[in-house]
Nanobody
Framework: QVHLVESGGGLAQPGGALRLSCAASGDIYRVNDMSWYRQAPGKERELVAHITRGGDTNYADPVKGRFTISRDNAKNTVDLKMNTLKPEDTAVYYC??????????????WGQGTQVTVFS
């Protein structure tokens, strides 16, 4: 069993900053791609940022230049630095990871989510 746990969510003023963290634990052979998604009430889940094991990144257009994704392969963690926050960033943020749990199998795992609220 693999678990992903997010932390760092909370309240912020417009223009403020938060840093989210996600740690993967359990029966892990290797953590490959890791991502941050978010979902606002009444909206579809959307990809926010993605990072490969080798460090290649991509971002959704609304967060480019404001958010930064990074990872620590030794710790099986991924962070999301969120700067210049906007009210439209308000959502539940989810960590996702492609985890190899054995020599031949890889599965997608999701955290429980952490709430980010930006006041208008």
């Amino acid at each position: 069993q693999v678990h992903l746990v997010e932390s760092g969510g909370g309240l912020a003023q417009p223009g403020g900053a938060l840093r989210l963290s996600c740690a993967a634990s359990g029966d892990i052979y290797r953590v490959n791609d890791m991502s941050w998604y978010r979902q606002a009430p009444g909206k579809e889940r959307e990809l926010v940022a993605h990072i490969t094991r080798g460090g290649d990144t991509n971002y959704a257009d609304p967060v480019k230049g404001r958010f930064t994704i990074s990872r620590d392969n030794a710790k099986n963690t991924v962070d999301l630095k969120m700067n210049t926050l906007k009210p439209e960033d308000t959502a539940v943020y989810y960590c996702a990871a492609d985890v190899q749990v054995g020599r031949n199998y890889e599965y997608n795992y999701w955290g429980q989510g952490t709430q980010v609220t930006v006041f208008s």
